[in-house]
Structure formats: structure tokens, C-alpha cells
T-cell receptor, first 117, second 113 residues
């Protein structure tokens, strides 16, 4: 596709349920980021991939959060045993090169809105 | 550590009026600064960015921002607001060695006819 695609667009989960959020970056993009955007807040960094390598996961809030990008294209963000505080919009972004946002344009998906009841 | 502060979570202007969205940054190293716009149900789009060089940066849709080191500011302006400018605007900063964008809390711009 022409842009970054995220699915599902909306996800409602019961507390304690596991969820998986998918990101299809623009074809050929090396860098992939996940951000979490709580209601009324700006996006906050979660994790960064360069191809299949997860180079930075310092923003993941707990060990219940796990991200992967096994073939260097599609990425999945998994949240285990969801809690109400996990409710947020999860944004994925990609860019062409490995040296990212300082010199390269970051393309964002529309996000997945996760609601944990 | 880098951070940005956006003054005013909501700004309302009349169509044709000046738009001014405020952003102040904190950085111990020369910052790279960005403005992003988020339309409803859409992803963030880059409006403009400042890295080095000219301090007045022009972006898309008639927006511009000026980097003022003495004031640690990077305010976003547009001379004449259009109805289509109604959206959420985020200021962001990054340091050259981390590649992490750090966003402000956003300013929602409303434009009235």
C-alpha cells in the first residue's frame, strides 16, 4: 500500500486478555517505531526496529509488552494480560533509512485504538 | 534530556485570523525540532522541521516556525487560518544521537467561520 497500515483500527479487550496489534510499514522502509498515545497526551516512544533488529525497547512500560519484526517488514506489538491503563492509541511509524528522524521523514499509520474494559 | 512544552491545549481562531501555536523546548544539546499535525482518524503528518541553518522554517499548508535559541521557543504560525486547519498539532524534539521523537501534549486548533 501507499502508506503505513495498522490493524485492527479498534480493539476492545477485557482486562487480562492478550492482544496483538499489527503494523505494515511502507515497503522497503528500514526503520520502524511504535508509539503509545494516551487520551489527551502526545505520543510516547515504545520501541524501535532497524530491519529485524530491535535496537531500542526502553519505552516499553512493562514486561507485558513485547514487539517483534521477524522478517524486517511487518511488526506486531503484543500486550499480555491487558490492564485498563493500557488503553491508548498505538501508533506505528516507518522511515526509509536506518538513521531516522533527524534526517528522514517519518510516516505514521492511523493507529490502533485499544480500549481495555 | 530533551522535552517540549506546548502552551495551551486548545486554541480557537476565526477563519482568516493569525494562527499562533506555542512551543518551548528544553535541551542540553542543539535540538532538532518538529511540528506534526494530526487530523481526525489520520496518522501524524510532518508539517516542518528545524535541524540546522535558517531559523525560519517554512512548511506545508502555509505554516512556518521560527527557532529562537534565546527564548528556547519554536512557535508555529500561519498568517490566515482556514477551516481545513482544524486539527491537533504536536511539537516534538529529538537529539542527534537518540533518534527518539519526544512529543509535547498537543494543541487542538479550532477554526470558526
Amino acid at each position: 500500500g501507499a502508506g503505513v497500515s495498522q490493524s485492527p483500527r479498534y480493539k476492545v479487550a477485557k482486562r487480562g486478555q492478550d492482544v496483538a496489534l499489527r503494523c505494515d510499514p511502507i515497503s522497503g522502509h528500514v526503520s520502524l517505531f511504535w508509539y503509545q498515545q494516551a487520551l489527551g497526551q502526545g505520543p510516547e516512544f515504545l520501541t524501535y526496529f532497524q530491519n529485524e533488529a530491535q535496537l531500542d525497547k526502553s519505552g516499553l512500560p512493562s514486561d507485558r509488552f513485547f514487539a517483534e519484526r521477524p522478517e524486517g517488514s511487518v511488526s506486531t506489538l503484543k500486550i499480555q494480560r491487558t490492564q485498563q491503563e493500557d488503553s491508548a492509541v498505538y501508533l506505528c511509524a516507518s522511515s526509509v533509512g536506518g538513521r531516522t528522524t533527524t534526517n528522514e521523514k517519518l510516516f505514521f499509520g492511523s493507529g490502533t485504538q485499544l480500549s481495555v474494559l | 534530556a530533551q522535552s517540549v512544552t506546548q502552551l495551551g491545549s486548545h486554541v480557537s481562531v476565526s477563519e482568516g485570523a493569525l494562527v499562533l501555536l506555542r512551543c518551548n523546548y528544553s535541551s542540553s544539546v542543539p535540538p532538532y525540532l518538529f511540528w506534526y499535525v494530526q487530523y481526525p482518524n489520520q496518522g501524524l503528518q510532518l508539517l516542518l522541521k528545524y535541524t540546522t541553518g535558517a531559523t525560519l522554517v517554512k512548511g506545508i499548508n502555509g505554516f512556518e516556525a521560527e527557532f529562537k535559541k534565546s527564548e528556547t521557543s519554536f512557535h508555529l504560525t500561519k498568517p490566515s487560518a482556514h477551516m481545513s486547519d482544524a486539527a491537533e498539532y504536536f511539537c516534538a524534539v529529538i537529539s542527534y544521537n537518540t533518534d527518539k521523537l519526544i512529543f509535547g501534549t498537543g494543541t487542538r486548533l479550532q477554526v470558526f467561520p
